[in-house]
């Protein structure tokens, strides 16, 4: 089975099973699965809420990485979720599974990983639950945030409208540059970012998402979910120092923030010491995919696949 | 490492981490880790925030557990939680680890079974992630609930006082009962006893806890976190049919509430359809244990470690 088809699979599902049932209305659910994070009506406000995993060996290696560094990159994730939605961040708890031969010398460190960043990112660690493995198994930890809507509601990636401009803020391709290792460890989520764009550009924000699959892959996701087909620009793409256009499109872990801006309203240079770039435009849906990208020759591609461990299709 | 020497660290590490730290107060945490589940400090009210994991071999096997039963079990074990706070679900989000193994049906009977008990316990599923092991690695599902507390705040582990009666819902030692088998898989969250008993108690409902690991085992946390000893009675105990008093006190996964309740207020037989039963009294805190269990013949055991995987100690 492959993860896509699970998620996709779950996320219909729960789609139907989200329906109010007779006479036990879920109005409470304002959206569900298949967004950054679910969005929850309360009495004064909205609520954000979702979960991220960080499994040994399938995105951290827990051999040759510091654990204290692991359970950063943990809390991490899961914060740019709520970036990704320009909210609020309000608490986080965590969830761990550790190998047996785990020792209370890389515990501490996970911990204070966990701690430090989750207090740095605002999200403080308020709960959670630890088990050991009885048999072989990875180190195992699954991160939840809770985070209130921005007044107006949160941003979601359908919101997208045809003639939107795509900007994305910082530069891409980070991890892939020989010199900048690491930066899939230690990206900053863009929270501040999110939260300044928001209060600049109120209803003209339409749509955002956070990379972290790819600008192929998690453009297409914004795109398609708000009816169109972003089409990109491979020269305008902001490439990280060293990394091509290819490596700045199929960067997994970027961390960044991909927004669909109304086309009436001018972005400035920077945000919050950020920059900020135009690379593209939403178009009408469009058979070929819903993440094209113009090459710097003039020919499309689609960019839909192109994310992490897809590179080599560019 | 021992699990229990872990949540300690983290717990005791956590509070000092929560401490509001200078220019940035955390006074939205009302109760970090060590509760059942956290409370936020919220502009309407407080949130209840808490995760739980269920993992094959821990706590299930997924070898001869239907795999829609295993998803039932972990969403309960969470909403236990909520029902121990007297809190009003709102949402669930689910984490997932699957074996490489797992085949598209078991795949569909686990999220059944987690879809349909999150329903069916009013905290609707709004997101999750979903990952498989690239090695070999165990099922492994994180539960995390989100609910809100009830007006004049949750019922808490700590807020019981010397002279308070403890009361028991249920029966105990149902999972131990050979013809009562699967009780630790079928249980019913006590959500709405406990709304019913902070309804007609109000301040007399002191503090509340879930019996996941043990009338012993828990009755020592409720009563150390009050400050107290509790001393119970093993001929007041509701043993399940078939089930000792031994096993009453050390069948770990009851899911019944144990509350301790002013002794000015008397509680009716039975609530919401489930009786009500006074097993014992908090006194001042006593070196002899957090627990401890008047025997038939008038003796005296600690029961502080009482609960599953430590029946033969009794």
Chains 1, 2 share one sequence.
């Not at 207090?119 to 809770?146: E, F, K, M, R, Y």
């Not at 398609?224 to 902001?238: F, H, N, Q, V, Y």
């Amino acid at each position: 089975m492959r993860e896509a088809e699970l998620l996709q699979s779950i996320i219909e599902r729960s789609r139907s099973t989200l329906k109010p049932p007779p006479g036990a209305p879920l109005d409470r659910v304002r959206v569900g699965p298949g967004d950054d994070l679910a969005v929850l009506a309360e009495v004064s406000g909205s609520l954000l809420l979702g979960v991220d995993q960080v499994v040994d060996g399938l995105h951290v290696n827990a051999k040759t990485t510091p654990w204290n560094v692991i359970g950063s990159k943990a809390v991490r994730r899961s914060v740019s979720d709520i970036a990704a939605m320009a909210g609020m961040p309000i608490a986080s708890v965590i969830s761990l599974v550790l190998p047996q031969d785990a020792t209370k010398v890389q515990f501490d460190a996970l911990h204070d990983g966990l701690v430090e960043s989750a207090q740095a990112c605002d999200v403080p660690l308020v709960g959670g639950d630890i088990a050991v493995h009885l048999s072989p198994g990875p180190l195992t930890i699954s991160v939840t945030v809770l985070a209130r809507a921005p007044e107006g509601g949160a941003v979601l990636r359908s919101g997208g409208r045809v003639g939107d401009r795509v900007w994305v803020s910082g530069e891409l391709g980070r991890t892939l540059d020989p010199d900048g290792g690491g930066a899939h460890l230690f990206f900053e989520p863009r929270v501040s970012v999110a939260r300044a764009l928001h209060g600049q550009l109120g209803e003209d924000l339409h749509a955002m998402i956070d990379l972290s699959d790819g600008l192929g892959r998690d453009g297409a996701r914004l795109a398609k979910a708000s009816g169109c087909t972003a089409r990109l620009r491979a020269i305008d793409l902001p490439c990280a120092r060293a990394a091509s256009w290819q490596e700045a499109l199929c960067d997994g872990e970027d961390y960044e923030l991909l927004a669909a801006v109304s086309p009436e309203v001018d972005l400035p240079a920077s945000v919050d010491g950020v920059q900020l770039t135009c690379i593209g435009v939403l178009e009408h849906p469009h058979q070929a995919g819903g993440c094209l990208l113009e090459r710097p020759d003039g020919t499309v591609h689609c960019a839909d696949e192109d994310g992490w461990d897809h590179r080599g299709d560019v």
